[in-house]
């Protein structure tokens, strides 16, 4: 999991409970969640997490092109490497992308972060 633009080999699981078609973040713990611009991105649970002006939003990390993972956050546009697809924090296609990422039901319940998986 690379939270707010960390590069990892390791995907560290304090804080994220991934449980059948469910991620739970805590962010008492992830805290780089709760800073506008914030994410999370998780290649076991296939989710991208943003923090979009206090407006929460997740995504499937799998690029709609030829199913590489999304790896990439500036802070206004989440991009595939592989074949330079990009899109907005909305998940919206920009540039020469031709589909929209897939958007995960998200919610928040006090300090905890729901995410529903494919």
């Known amino acids: 999991i690379n939270v707010a633009g960390c590069d990892t080999t390791e995907e560290p699981t304090d804080g994220i409970t991934i449980s ?3 991620m739970s973040i805590d962010l008492t713990i992830v805290t780089a969640l709760n800073a506008d611009k914030g994410f999370l991105m998780s290649n076991n649970a296939k989710a991208i997490v943003i923090n979009d002006g206090g407006t929460f939003r997740a995504f499937s ?7 590489n993972p999304v ?5 206004s546009q989440i991009r595939c490497v592989h074949h330079g697809w ?7 296609k920009t540039g020469v992308a031709q589909k929209n990422l897939t958007t995960l039901a998200i919610t928040k319940s006090g300090n905890t972060l729901t995410v529903t998986l494919l």
């Open 71 to 75: 790896t990439s956050f500036d802070g």
């Open 20 to 22: 059948g078609k469910t």
């Open 86 to 92: 990009t899109f907005s924090t909305t998940g919206t």
């Open 61 to 67: 990390n799998v690029c709609p092109h030829e199913g």
